[in-house]
C-alpha cells in the first residue's frame, strides 16, 4: 500500500472532473455537456425527492426518469446514466469518509463535492437554493485552475513532518479512489457498449432468422401448391383413365350381349325348321 501510495504521489496532476463539464456519449445520444450545474442539481433533486426512492425494485431507475424530464435532459442522458452518476458520487463520498474514520481528515482532499455530499446525505441540507450557492462557488474556484488545490494546514511549513507525510498518504490514498472511480466508470462504459453491441447482434439475428423463416414458409407455400396441382392433375388422368375402361367395358359387354342374342335367335331358327321339316315330311308321309 506505501509503495502504491509513494507511485501515485509522484504524479503532477489529479485527474478530477473539470469544471466545464463531462463529455458524455450515451448510446445513440448526441454529445453533451454535463457540467458542474447538473451535479448540484442532481444532489438537490435526489435529497429533496428522497421519498422517491422506496428502495423497491426498479423505483430508482423510474425517479431518475423523472429527473431527465424535470430538467428537460431527454435525448441527452439516460435515466441509467444518471442513477450510476449518483451512486459514484456516493460511493465517492463513503470511500473519503471511510478515509476520515481511519484518522484521517476529509477536508485535506481535493473533492470538491465532498462537503456538500456529507451535508445531503447527513440530512443537513434543509435550503436548495444556499446549496446552490454554494455549489455555484466551488464551480467559479475550479474553474480557474485546470487542477483542484490542496488546502494545507494554517501552520503552513511549519507543521511536522509525520503530519506531512500523513497528509500525503491521504492524498495518494484518495488518488487512488479516484483512480479505481474513473476505471469503474471506464468498465461500466463498456459493459453499456458491449451490451449495445449484444443488442444490435440480437437484433440483427432476430431480423435474419425472420427472413430465413419467411422465405422458408414462402417456398413451403409453393412446394405445397405444386403438391396440390400435381394431386388434382394426377387425379384428373385417373378418373379420364377409369372413364374410359368403364366405357370400353360397357362397349364390350354390349357387344357379347348382342351377339349371344344373335346366336340364341339364329339356334331358334334352327329349331323351328328343324321342326317344320319334320312336320312336313310327317305330312308328306301320311298323305
Do not use: C
Amino acid at each position: 500500500m506505501k509503495r502504491n501510495a509513494k507511485k501515485i504521489s509522484n504524479k503532477t496532476t489529479i485527474k478530477m472532473e473539470s469544471a466545464v463539464g463531462l463529455t458524455l456519449e450515451v448510446g445513440s445520444f448526441t454529445a453533451f455537456k454535463w457540467t458542474d450545474a447538473n451535479t448540484a442539481e442532481l444532489i438537490v433533486w435526489r435529497v429533496t425527492n428522497n421519498s422517491l426512492f422506496t428502495g423497491k425494485k426498479n423505483t430508482a431507475l423510474r425517479a431518475f426518469e423523472l429527473f431527465v424530464k424535470e430538467k428537460r435532459l431527454d435525448g441527452k442522458v439516460t435515466p441509467a446514466w444518471v442513477k450510476k452518476k449518483w451512486e459514484n458520487l456516493r460511493q465517492k463520498y463513503k470511500d473519503i469518509k471511510s478515509l476520515s474514520m481511519m484518522g484521517g481528515d476529509p477536508l485535506v482532499t481535493p473533492w470538491k463535492w465532498y462537503t456538500v455530499m456529507d451535508q445531503a446525505l447527513s440530512g443537513e441540507l434543509t435550503v436548495a437554493h444556499s446549496l446552490l450557492s454554494n455549489l455555484s462557488n466551488l464551480s467559479n474556484l475550479s474553474s480557474s485552475s485546470s487542477h483542484f488545490p490542496v488546502p494545507v494546514s494554517s501552520s503552513g511549513q511549519d507543521a511536522p513532518p509525520a503530519k506531512k507525510r500523513k497528509e500525503q498518504y491521504w492524498l495518494a490514498a484518495l488518488q487512488e479512489l479516484e483512480r479505481r472511480q474513473e476505471e469503474r466508470e471506464r468498465r461500466a462504459a463498456e459493459r453499456e457498449e458491449e451490451r449495445e453491441r449484444r443488442a444490435a447482434d440480437r437484433d440483427e439475428e432476430r431480423e435474419r432468422r425472420a427472413a430465413e423463416r419467411e422465405e422458408e414458409r414462402e417456398r413451403q407455400a409453393l412446394e405445397r401448391e405444386k403438391r396440390r396441382e400435381q394431386d388434382l392433375l394426377s387425379r384428373q388422368e385417373r378418373w379420364e383413365r377409369e372413364l374410359q375402361a368403364r366405357e370400353e367395358r360397357r362397349e364390350k359387354e354390349y357387344r357379347e350381349r348382342e351377339e349371344r342374342r344373335d346366336r340364341e335367335a339364329a339356334a331358334r331358327e334352327d329349331r323351328l325348321f328343324k321342326l317344320l321339316e319334320t312336320f312336313m315330311s310327317k305330312q308328306y308321309n301320311t298323305s
